[in-house]
């Protein structure tokens, strides 16, 4: 049974060896204070994240599974401010409530990040949080959240500037946080507004291109599931991108529905709740995607808040209809899901690098060195902690920043083999590896 649960289901990412992601947040959680403030104002997130790791690790340890459940609680707390929506804003019974949290369970992009060692998670927490607070008029709670959000992760921005553009279009609208509490928010966040436009001005990565036409089309089914197809196998990219397009008919129906409604039977209280549910949704996403065709700003991790808004926006629209044809949509949801995830666990089952090292560890001695590239630096070391760590075959000079080059001395560079007895555990990027030396 466990080995079906770590094997078959998104447990298995709780399980898997880190990426270089996850391993850099260990080694930058590991810092002081003091040291993580000023790596981060270099890197490309605000430091708020690896500060509560930090004193997370402290507790917990730095194994996979502790570091990722900092990830696990703030989903479940992301879970849990649906709820207050679904209960509270849309005055749902719990037991309804209970039932339509499913669909947030399920999501991909919000289930995927829930296992990972990185700042997502927290960040779609606090932006929920912070529109949930702006719908109840919660300033003390708006501020905390929304300082967070803004020190958690830089697009936290478009949260707030959503908000001061709800607030312009619905001039007369008194039931939500007031302007000068927006503006307080921004306040508090604009002694790091200096290295955020520092960071901005780094070269465009390599993992964020300028989208394509079909990318619009699919615009949906991308906020849904998370979808970073750049990043699959050859093999799995079609079926995954197939998968994609089905959940955008699927939601498209939905969303069009919605604007019927909107226009013909919406009360002016619904009207207005759904169109911030309609732009904390889809349009963020849509400005972020069509501002990318001049300067490629659009990855789905980075909306990751965007999922929980558009599930609210379905949800709204689903509990206007026949219930017969709601059942239907929501079978055909859970079915979709189910098949993209099985895709994901089959794609994440052959990314573990644990093998190749722990064989690395067991036969490596302690003056042996270990080769890698720049993008598993971080993973290598982590679990090579008593080995020689180094990138092989490239100075220091060209190791990209985003690869966390922050984190990386001019000394980690190598360019040639030691002497024999002395040996190069040379790691590919497929996780196969050779040893080397010089004679």
Known sequence: MLNFLFTKTPLLFLTQSFWRDEAF???MAKKSIIEMVFLTAKDFSPPLYYFILHFWMKVFGSSEIAL????IIFFWATIYVAFLFLNNIFKMKEKKAFFYLFLFIINPLLLRYAFEARMYSMFAFFASLSYYAFY??????YLLSTIAGLFTHYFMLLVVFSQLFFLIINKKSVEYIKKKFIYLSLIAFSPWVVFFFNQNNLPTSFWINKPHLKDIFGLLGIIYTGNEAAFYPIDLISKIQNNVMYFSLILLVIVMVGIYFYFKRFSKKDQVNSQLLFIWGIGIPLVVGLISFIKPLYFPRYLIFTSVGFLLLIIF?????????RV???????VL???YQKLQIEYRRGTDLRRSLREIQTISK???LIYTNDLDFFTVQYYLKN???YIYGKSFEDIPAYNGKVLISKDRAAFSLPFYPKKAFIINPGGDYSIQAMY
């Open 387 to 389: 080995n020689n760590v």
């Open 136 to 141: 109840k008029k919660d300033n003390r709670l």
């Open 68 to 71: 990722r459940s900092l990830s």
């Open 328 to 334: 239907i949509l929501i079978s055909i949801l859970i």
């Open 337 to 339: 899901t189910c098949s």
């Open 25 to 27: 947040s260990y080694f």
């Open 366 to 368: 302690k003056n042996d």
């Open 317 to 325: 629209i689903l509990e206007k209809i026949n219930i017969y044809l």
